[in-house]
């Protein structure tokens, strides 16, 4: 994490700015419940503990060796539909972060071993 972090709470701004991560995906994630909030009046407001275990997991996610649908379709000719349909459907295991999914290389390695026919 790396990051000093001395107040109580954070207000979804400051919180965009320490996770690198749009205003809008923070607020995304909020409202998903994906990261606890306060909301007093027209402002969000983040618990500390909140906001250090969402750099966390932000960084986990930042350092997934995968790829992204764009890369699987170079790789096989399939549509960008098709392989999100494989993802919704769960027989092709993929990390939302932020508005993308990341493949794990194991879990695409793992899918084609799967399908192989003979």
Request: charged letters at 30%; aromatic letters at 12%; hydrophobic letters at 35%.
């Amino acid at each position: 994490m790396g990051q000093q972090i001395d107040n109580e709470y954070f207000t979804l701004k400051e919180t965009a700015k320490l996770s690198r991560t749009a205003y809008a995906t923070v607020k995304r994630n909020i409202e998903s419940g994906k990261l606890p909030a306060y909301h007093i009046g027209r402002k969000y407001f983040i618990k500390k503990e909140d906001v250090e275990a969402y750099l966390q997991d932000k960084e986990q996610h930042r350092n997934i060796d995968g790829y992204t649908i764009k890369e699987i379709m170079d790789i096989i000719p399939l549509s960008y539909a098709f392989i999100i349909e494989l993802i919704h459907s769960k027989k092709l295991e993929a990390i939302k972060v932020g508005r993308q999914y990341i493949i794990p290389k194991e879990k695409f390695e793992q899918f084609i071993k799967n399908n192989k026919i003979g």
